[in-house]
């Protein structure tokens, strides 16, 4: 490669860093014990087994009614 690739190469990932550590990119994994892992929303991924993801995902109106009712005394994350 020559240096201009190369820098070109180290923008590339740079953005991509900064990105993924500004929590833009959302990814998804099957642990060891057969659980998804969804990284990027915290320093830790979110992990539960299917079951408990197809019951909270069953709730999310719920859940988001609850967000809404409770907006004030929510806080944000960046």
Do not use: C
Request: charge should be positive; aromatic fraction near 8%.
């Amino acid at each position: 490669m020559t240096k201009a690739e190369l820098e070109a190469r180290i923008r590339d990932l740079e953005t991509q860093l900064e990105t993924h550590q500004n929590g833009d990119i959302i990814s998804y994994k099957v642990s060891q014990r057969g659980a998804v892992s969804v990284y990027g929303l915290g320093r830790f991924p979110v992990t539960l087994y299917q079951s408990q993801w197809d019951k909270l995902l069953a709730h999310q109106g719920d859940l988001k009614a609850f967000m809404k009712a409770n907006q004030g005394k929510l806080a944000t994350k960046k």
